[in-house]
Nanobody, 129 residues
Framework: QVQLVESGGGLVQAGGSLRLSCAASGRTFSNYFMSIMGWFRQAPGKEREFVAAITWSGGSTYYTDSVKGRFTISRDNAKKTVYLQMNSLGPEDTAVYSC???????????????????WGQGTQVTVSS
């Protein structure tokens, strides 16, 4: 089984920045280069929302419209870690952020949480005004 551990969450003021990390491990992740890593978030009283995704092999990135230009997803293949750099944060970004791993096939469905088979516990991001 793939184990994912998020870190980097916290409390920041509006306009600030934060960088989240997601470290992957486990023997099931031996072929990680064939997978896709995604970030999702869920705010209080709202549905889970896709944020960003990246493929391990080619580094192709995908973003939801609400974070384009503000968030940047990246990966360190050697460390098997995915990062989410978040800039110009606002209260609307407050949520529990979770990373997940899925098969890299059918990349047109990168936004679909159902394609991801392993999830981290999540890290809280709170943006105050």
């Amino acid at each position: 089984q793939v184990q994912l551990v998020e870190s980097g969450g916290g409390l920041v003021q509006a306009g600030g920045s934060l960088r989240l990390s997601c470290a992957a491990s486990g023997r099931t992740f031996s072929n990680y280069f064939m997978s896709i890593m995604g970030w999702f978030r869920q705010a209080p009283g709202k549905e889970r929302e896709f944020v960003a995704a990246i493929t391990w092999s080619g580094g192709s990135t995908y973003y939801t419209d609400s974070v384009k230009g503000r968030f940047t997803i990246s990966r360190d293949n050697a460390k098997k870690t995915v990062y989410l750099q978040m800039n110009s944060l606002g209260p609307e970004d407050t949520a529990v952020y979770s990373c997940a791993v899925g098969n890299s096939g059918n990349l047109n469905t990168y936004y679909d949480a159902r394609r991801y088979y392993s999830w981290g516990q999540g890290t809280q991001v709170t943006v105050s005004s």
